[in-house]
T-cell receptor, first 111, second 118 residues
Framework: GQQLNQSPQSMFIQEGEDVSMNCTSS?????WLWYKQDPGEGPVLLIA?????ELTSNGRLTAQFGITRKDSFLNISASIPSDVGIYFC???????????FGKGTKLSVKP | GAGVSQSPSNKVTEKGKDVELRCDPI?????LYWYRQSLGQGLEFLIY????????KSGLPSDRFSAERTGGSVSTLTIQRTQQEDSAVYLC????????????????FGEGSRLTVL
């Protein structure tokens, strides 16, 4: 079945450091989405990417849609304690249907 | 309410019992999804409803799992003869439906129903 391989599985960083995580797939996706999940909550959308090669920023977050449409990365600059949580990548093949999620990257930030 | 509402938030049941989990999506959202999140795992797709179309049930793990969506709104996920491996957080999400015309494809998630099977 379709799978998204997300790495790293977890990260422990110092406040102020930059963070990078990525997602790869053997299948092409037309849309890549990055979500964040806080403890006890449902995931919330951070960034959506629609075009191969697209680079999009949202505050301290930057994400890119790989040219091959089989990968994406998310960068967080100057991390702060509230960045703690689980970050998921998700892919959509068509214009509708179920989103396929990666297994998540758990981020811990030491003040 | 303004967001996706799920109930119960927590459910503890004995092995072999049936459970029903409810999801009330955002008003006007035509697409509704159920995902399962086991401890330390990602989101496993279960089932997807889009408008009046036949649901995509390809993610349901066994015939003990079923879901309905009545009147294009509220959905119920039913697990029959629960097993310990069914213990997980069951997340419901809704969206506007197909991408385009201002729809980013964003799924709006509820807070989940945590199921524990003893």
């Amino acid at each position: 079945g379709q799978q998204l391989n997300q790495s790293p599985q977890s990260m422990f960083i110092q406040e102020g450091e930059d963070v990078s995580m990525n997602c790869t797939s053997s299948s092409i996706f037309n849309t890549w989405l990055w979500y964040k999940q806080d403890p006890g909550e449902g995931p919330v959308l951070l960034i959506a990417l629609y075009k191969a090669g697209e680079l999009t920023s949202n505050g301290r977050l930057t994400a890119q849609f790989g040219i091959t449409r089989k990968d994406s990365f998310l960068n967080i600059s100057a991390s702060i304690p509230s960045d703690v949580g689980i970050y998921f990548c998700a892919g959509l093949r068509g214009s509708q249907g179920n989103l396929i999620f990666g297994k998540g990257t758990k981020l811990s930030v030491k003040p | 309410g303004a967001g996706v509402s799920q109930s119960p938030s927590n459910k503890v049941t004995e092995k072999g019992k049936d459970v029903e989990l409810r999801c009330d999506p955002i008003s006007g959202h035509t697409a509704l999804y159920w995902y399962r999140q086991s401890l330390g795992q990602g989101l496993e797709f279960l089932i997807y409803f889009q408008g009046n179309s036949a649901p995509d049930k390809s993610g349901l793990p066994s015939d003990r799992f079923s879901a309905e969506r009545t009147g294009g709104s509220v959905s119920t996920l039913t697990i029959q003869r629960t097993q310990q491996e069914d213990s997980a957080v069951y997340l419901c999400a809704s969206s506007l439906g197909s991408l385009g015309l201002g729809n980013t494809g964003e799924l709006f998630f509820g807070e989940g129903s945590r199921l524990t099977v003893l």
